[in-house]
């Protein structure tokens, strides 16, 4: 049999980490085992019911047919004014958003907008997963910057600044910080939009935890600073903060050059974004959350603050609470084993499942990254598992 030729780019990239051990997770339970998983970050509770009644009163209604590429009129008008009523953007609805099935899908189009092949793009290390293999299949190259404890997780200007070349085009910044927790402040913002605007450069803001900051800290988007409206691409999404992942829909803010462009790759790659989920997520973006939906991120905080706090006491783990978003950053180095043996051994012996930090960067050895938005049973569970792990070891 001759075998197909397939594509370099793709043989030879990583599966993506989180989504992989996720399915492992979801293969070992349909076999009858019991594990407690905190690997992808899937919040424990389902999708509030208002926002499914509304995408089930779309579909009753034969709401089931493509929509313009750059979503819906109504979609678009309540990204808008989630914009101005959170984040103190004034972004027009006809001209400065496009709908997108999540961040992933808004980051490719933003990456495709803005690259050319070869060019450069400055993302964190640590950083997302799925980051480095999206601008490797887009024909860019990517240039991690690392993120330091010593400077708690947050880049400098001169870090940049180091790193720039006449290919850079593009820096990407996931806030909060997925995996570590930050939440960047306007000084932290402050610095990146220097050197932006110094060299010209598109920065791809990453928010999807960008409602869920915790012990009453902020999140600011780096669009409202000066200079930096259009030269940055805002991605949001509902995946995280109102546990809609099965729906795959956000939004990009940018400017309207930018959306024009990426309008334009939308209609050939996907077409549009699901019509009904487009209708269901009006009422997420375009109202003030309900009380259902508060109630969550309250009980998230409390979960995230417990977990973590009872993960640093173990002896031998430094565990970090975020100050955003679902995960907790845990330090091993004490344990003298790889992030990649203590997650694996971890599943096999005590059916907790966890993400390496190296799936995150070379940064991210000696890390691990604990998802803690699950049930109180299955937190208590994990605990002991891990507690019993580090102790055996």
């Given amino acids: 049999m001759i075998e197909t030729i397939l594509s370099d780019r793709v ?109 450069e793009v400055i993302v964190e290390d640590p950083c997302f997963v799925s980051y480095k293999q999206t601008i490797d299949y887009l024909g860019g190259n990517y240039v991690a910057v690392p993120l330091l404890e010593s400077n708690d997780f947050r880049w400098k200007g001169k870090q940049l ?82 546990s809609m992942g099965g729906w795959r829909i956000g939004f990009a803010h940018a400017s309207p050059r930018k959306i024009e462009q990426m309008t334009k790759l939308q209609q050939h790659l996907i077409t549009c974004a699901s019509s009904f989920v487009q209708a269901g997520a009006i009422t997420a973006f375009g109202e003030p959350p309900k009380d259902e939906v508060l109630d969550y991120w309250k009980q998230w905080e409390e979960k995230v603050a417990h977990f973590t706090t009872s993960l640093d006491k173990i002896e031998g783990l430094k565990c970090y609470t975020p100050e955003g978003g679902f995960y907790g950053w845990m330090d091993i180095s004490k344990l003298g084993i790889s992030s990649e043996q203590f997650c694996e051994r971890l599943l096999e012996e005590k059916q907790v499942a966890l993400i390496p930090g190296s799936s995150f960067g070379k940064q991210g050895e000696n890390y691990v990254r604990v998802t803690c938005v699950k049930s109180w049973d299955e937190i208590n569970a994990g605990l002991k598992g891990i507690r019993e792990f580090v102790k055996d070891l």
């Fill in 161 to 242: 600044e180091s790193v720039i070349t006449d290919k850079t085009r593009a820096v990407i910044l996931c806030t909060p910080q997925n995996p570590t927790g930050v939440v960047h402040t306007k000084e932290d913002l402050e610095e990146i939009a220097k050197v932006a605007i110094k060299h010209n450069l598109t920065v791809i803001t990453d928010e999807p935890y960008e409602r869920m900051t915790w012990d009453a800290r902020r999140h600011v988007n780096l669009a409202t600073l000066p200079g930096m409206a259009e030269r940055t691409i805002t991605l949001m999404s509902l995946t995280k903060s109102f």
């Fill in 11 to 119: 043989v030879q990239s990583a599966p993506s980490t989180t989504v992989g051990i996720a399915d492992k997770v979801k293969r070992l339970r349909e076999a009858g085992h019991e594990v407690y998983d905190f690997s992808a970050g899937r919040a424990f509770e389902h999708t509030p019911r208002y926002v499914i009644d509304a995408a089930t009163k779309a579909m009753e209604a034969g709401d089931t047919h493509q929509t313009m590429g750059q979503g819906t009129l109504d979609y678009r008008k309540a990204c808008a004014r989630k914009l101005a009523r959170e984040n103190g953007i004034d972004a027009d609805p006809e001209s400065e958003i496009v709908a997108t099935m999540g961040c992933k899908q808004g980051l490719v189009i933003s990456l495709l907008t803005l690259l050319n092949p070869g060019d």
